[in-house]
């Protein structure tokens, strides 16, 4: 069975903190992990991509990869209460439509400010 | 505009009814998902398709019905729908990163 497990939080942090969001994954054979941001009620949002060993940053966003610990990681500083929502990680499953993603069960973010 | 869209947005059926919930992409995407959500279960993909005519089934697929006789329309149904089927439902199309649409919301009653 295929797995991407997540904290379901929630994950408290106050404005203008980093917060810091976890997801590790059993297929060692995935290739491409995702981060999609769901506010109550909306659908969700892909906001980083990530499919190098390392750090990806895009303005307060930064996701980390590291294959060898099947490790995924979210980094929002400067954390907004406007960035209060469900962070959803999701990796791809290889040789399974060529893309289709499994998701995590998600972890919700609370800024306060 | 571009993008992906469904309807209807918010559906409320009886059991045993069937219902079809529409999908449709202005990317001409190969790749077309439909995932249900659940409280405590995530988002589950239910069927999935690679191109026209050529359709799979996912993590959930009993009591669905798809088809894709275009690229851009990807509509899934609910043959005789069940109270276990309330849900809210996600179609998703994918090129290079996967982009979900706006959801439907679904209640059998």
């Known amino acids: 069975q295929k797995e991407v497990e997540q904290n379901s939080g929630p994950l408290s942090v106050p404005e203008g903190a980093i917060a810091s969001l976890n997801c590790t994954y059993s297929?060692?054979?995935?290739?491409?992990f995702f981060w999609y941001r769901q506010y109550s009620g909306k659908s969700p949002e892909l906001i980083m991509f990530i499919y190098s060993n390392g750090d990806k940053e895009d303005g307060r966003f930064t996701a980390q990869l590291n294959k060898a610990s099947q490790y995924v990681s979210l980094l929002i500083r400067d954390s907004q209460p406007s960035d209060s929502a469900t962070y959803l990680c999701?990796?791809?499953?290889?040789?399974?439509?060529?893309?289709?993603?499994?998701f995590g069960k998600g972890t919700t973010l609370s800024v306060s400010s | 505009d571009a993008g992906i869209t469904q309807s209807p947005r918010y559906k409320i059926t009886e059991t045993g009814r069937q219902v079809t919930l529409m999908c449709h992409q202005t990317w001409s995407h190969s790749y077309m998902f439909w995932y249900r959500q659940d409280l405590g279960h995530g988002l589950r993909l239910i069927y999935y398709?690679?191109?026209?005519?050529?359709?799979d089934k996912g993590e959930v697929p009993d009591g669905y019905v798809v088809s894709r006789s275009k690229t851009e329309n990807f509509p899934l149904t609910l043959e005789s729908a069940t109270r276990s089927q309330t849900s809210v439902y996600f179609c998703?199309?994918?090129?290079?990163?996967?982009?979900f649409g706006p959801g439907t919301r679904l209640t059998v009653t």
């Open positions: 998703a199309s994918k090129g290079r990163e996967q982009y």
């Open positions: 999701a990796v791809n499953l290889p040789n399974q439509a060529g893309t289709a993603l499994i």
């Open positions: 398709s690679a191109a026209a005519d050529i359709t």
């Open positions: 297929d060692r054979g995935s290739q491409s």
